[in-house]
């Protein structure tokens, strides 16, 4: 069977070739905690060890994916055919190397979103999803923890764990061609936040008075892998005065 | 000094090489779609790999020069005065326009100096979709003014076109006849008619763009429904959304993705993948991991040997 969904807990992670340019390593079945724990330990690995033809890395889920340039590492004087079984070794080596304890705390964020109805274009379809009142969803769902574990999509988008069961609404069948910058949105179990304008077809419950990506900044993106983030109902009049 | 857009045509934008380290914050790599062309162009032109040159896609673009200059094109087969491949001096005052393209649908133009707009997240490359980056994040208009960077000591088409030229199969990257060579993706076991991927011919559908060149054809089913966590994507990745007709990925694709990828077109082949346009028909051929890095490292000694030529010349 697959190994992405039956790895054992104590394995060592995969690693698989994503085309001839990059892999990706598998660290197992997603759990929250762990799987953040695991993927953001790995990236600070790769990172520090300075492996020659990396040139880019994308967290996912329960994954890591690593970007090279193949001919950089021909040059280091690595044959053609044992380009992926060298960086797979090297990778794997630098894996098992401890590193000081990453000593940033988690950051809590807490985001001002609006959701009057002239935002929250799908909060009905939610709520009767839910079988919820639609006040009461939005309760639920600033009343929640979440966690970014990964972004992706588009430049800055979130990628959101720990919405709440009862929330989760199928994505709608005929995608919006463009959603607002900053609305937030359930799709299936996941939950986010759009940063720019785009084409989307998640469930739109609100919108956050906030500038989730601004490429003048660095990080370009204002949430991160790891943040925990709880959203702060505000009213239509505090909203335009905050972005005006 | 400037050059002077009088028509943008259908999509012109600035682009480089593409921008690494930004994909933790969700930002695409971008870049030209075939960068190796661009990287072709420059090194007609003396330029270094990293200048940013402009990708044309469908042609229509008109240019004015207000200094002298080499350029330099390669990519689609497109109606234009040089031939793609070689440098060519404009000079002040003189006019470039690209027609429409007849077979491929992109070409890169490289033009001494570079194009000098402010490097974001590393990059000079317009990323279309988060808007930023190449000239104010959006594609080049009527009227718009570039400024170029310093000439580059470097002058070898002494003539008004240059004698000497770059390999074809570099400079003149459309087929007629486009087959994508492939290694197989993690998911191809999760169809149950995977072998029909290399079968079939598959047609691109109009809505395909920088993000990925859409196909429809013969469905791909899986084998069951599995809910597949996001995880990284490339450029040249083939995912498979649920109504089973694959979508080869491009440059602007999204950092990581959910649905199952049942290959990946190979580095060598990405310039190919480039040019395809609504109603070109595609197959896929599948080679083996180690060749793909063979065939890479050839390009690689061949490019080189060039640039060792090109100075000789300069």
Redesign the interface.
């Known amino acids: 069977m697959r190994p992405r969904r039956k790895a054992n807990r104590f394995a060592p992670p995969q690693i698989k070739p994503l085309g001839d340019s990059a892999l990706v390593v598998r660290f197992g079945e997603f759990e929250e905690d762990k799987s953040l724990d695991e993927v953001s330990g790995a990236m600070r690995k790769i990172e520090h060890a300075g492996i020659p033809g990396i040139v880019d890395l994308a967290p996912g889920y329960a994954t890591l994916g690593i970007f090279f340039d193949p001919t950089k590492i021909i040059d280091t004087g690595v044959e053609p055919q044992f380009v992926n079984a060298w960086l797979e070794e090297k990778i794997a080596e630098s894996l098992t190397r401890r590193l000081p304890r990453d000593k940033r705390k988690v950051r809590s964020i807490e985001i001002p979103a609006c959701f009057d109805h002239i935002f929250a274009v799908d909060l009905a379809e939610v709520a009767t999803h839910s079988g919820m009142p639609a006040d009461e969803v939005v309760d639920l769902y600033c009343a929640t923890e979440f966690r970014v574990v990964c972004l992706g999509f588009t430049a800055g988008f979130p990628y959101l764990a720990g919405l709440p069961e009862k929330l989760a609404t199928p994505r709608r069948a005929n995608p919006r061609k463009e959603i607002a910058a900053g609305s937030i949105a359930i799709g299936g179990k996941q939950t986010g936040i759009y940063p720019s304008i785009s084409p989307g077809g998640w469930n739109i419950i609100g919108r956050a008075a906030l500038r989730l990506f601004d490429p003048a900044n660095d990080p370009p993106a204002f949430l991160q892998a790891g943040d925990c983030v709880r959203f702060s109902p505000i009213t239509r009049e505090q909203f335009e005065r905050s972005t005006s | 000094m400037n050059v002077t857009i009088f028509r943008a045509g259908f999509s012109s934008t600035i682009q480089d090489l593409g921008r ?10 971008g870049g030209a779609l075939d960068p190796h062309a661009l990287r072709v162009a420059n090194l007609l032109v003396g330029n270094d790999d990293f200048a940013a040159g402009i990708e044309i896609t469908f042609g229509g673009l008109q240019m004015g020069f207000s200094d002298e200059r080499l350029v330099a094109w390669c990519g689609g087969e497109f109606e234009v005065d040089i031939p793609a491949g070689h440098a060519a001096r404009m000079r002040a005052g003189d006019h470039l326009t690209f027609g429409k393209s007849k077979v491929g649908c992109r070409s890169w133009l490289a033009i001494a100096g570079g194009v000098d707009v402010p490097p ?2 590393g990059s000079r490359s317009t ?1 279309l ?5 190449g000239l104010d994040g959006r594609a080049l208009r009527d009227g718009d003014e570039l400024a170029l960077g310093p000439r580059p000591a470097f002058g070898a088409a002494t003539q008004k076109v240059s004698s000497w030229s770059a390999p074809h199969d570099w400079s003149n990257t459309a087929r007629a006849v486009p087959i994508l060579r492939v ?1 197989r ?2 998911d191809w ?2 169809f149950s008619n995977a072998e029909t991927f290399w079968r079939e011919e598959f047609a691109v559908t109009p809505d395909s763009n920088r993000m990925g060149a859409r196909l429809e054809g013969a469905e791909l089913k899986r084998k069951e429904d ?1 809910d ?7 450029p ?2 083939i995912q498979v959304p649920p109504n089973g007709q694959p979508i080869v990925l491009l440059g602007d694709c ?4 959910g649905y199952p ?1 049942i290959a ?4 060598i082949d990405l310039p190919i993948a480039a040019q395809l346009r609504a109603g070109d028909r595609v197959r896929f051929r599948e080679i083996e ?2 060749d ?3 065939l ?2 050839e390009r ?1 000694r061949d490019f080189a040997c060039f640039r060792t030529g090109l100075s000789l010349r300069a």
Request: avoid cysteine.
């Open positions: 690494f380290g930004s994909r933790q914050s969700g930002v695409s790599v974001v997240l990323d979709r988060a808007k930023f980056g290694i993706g993690t076991d999760l599995v597949l966590v996001s995880e990284a994507v490339a040249g990745t999204q950092t990581i993705g990828k990946h077109v190979i580095t991991l180690i793909a890095h063979r890479l490292a690689e």
